[in-house]
């Protein structure tokens, strides 16, 4: 059976992981999720890669959300435990130990643009159209997408969104805060490695730290957060990545970070 997913590592130290179900919008099926889930443990048990892309095949889907063909002949019950595995698969991307893009080459709707609010920075194709479409279904956005729109675009916002279930171009998405930036549909993928490039040059424990502290940090009160930030800035003071940088400095070259 042809893969799901499909996964290459660039640079050394760039995996990549294009959905690659084009003929039904990249929709997240079982199997697509049971591939992804292996690839994220995959990914993350190789200290060698330090920033991932997540990407759709061809220019129409990033991901169209759940399999609703597939979602058809499922129980009540099942359909909830359908939910909970895509909830349960985008936290296990956003707690990716490296930085996570988003590479959104078109539709975001549902689950995939729940996939996309997972992941740490969020580029767009600029014909991209992004949605969290539930309500139209007469159901809620049930994999984080709640609770993890408010926090990035704010309250009123997202309740705007998730409320009419009508989706937003890239450019209204880039003006709400809901992606860092547009690029044209050609370039998505050259921007995406371009950052991806930028943030693999800097030190693999500062990034993992970095992510923890913010992540973490805006989930409590600010004293809270500033005591979770010392702690992981601790976790970078003895490594060798930072001697490493202070010599580089001196020297007047670029550092050569180990992850160590």
Sequence with gaps: MA?????????DHIAVLTLNRPEAMNAMSKELLNELNELVRKINADQSIRCTIITGSNDKAFCAGADLKERKGMTEEQVVDAVHYIGSTVTNIETMKMPVIAAINGAAFGGGLELALACDIRIAAEHAKLGLT????????????????????GLGQAKRLIFTAKPVTASEA??????????????????AMATARSIIKNGPVALRQAKTAINQGLQTDIVTGLSIEHLCYKETVSTDDRLEGLHAFKE?????????
Excluded: H, M, W
């Design 134 to 153: 539930e309500a139209s279904l007469a159901i809620i956005p049930g994999a984080g997408g709640t609770q993890r729109l408010p926090r990035l675009i």
């Design 3 to 11: 893969s799901r997913i499909e996964f290459d590592v660039k640079d």
């Design 252 to 260: 007047k070259r670029k550092p050569v970070y180990q992850g160590k």
């Design 174 to 191: 880039v003006n709400l805060g809901l992606v860092e930036q547009i690029t044209s549909s050609g370039e998505l993928l050259q921007e």
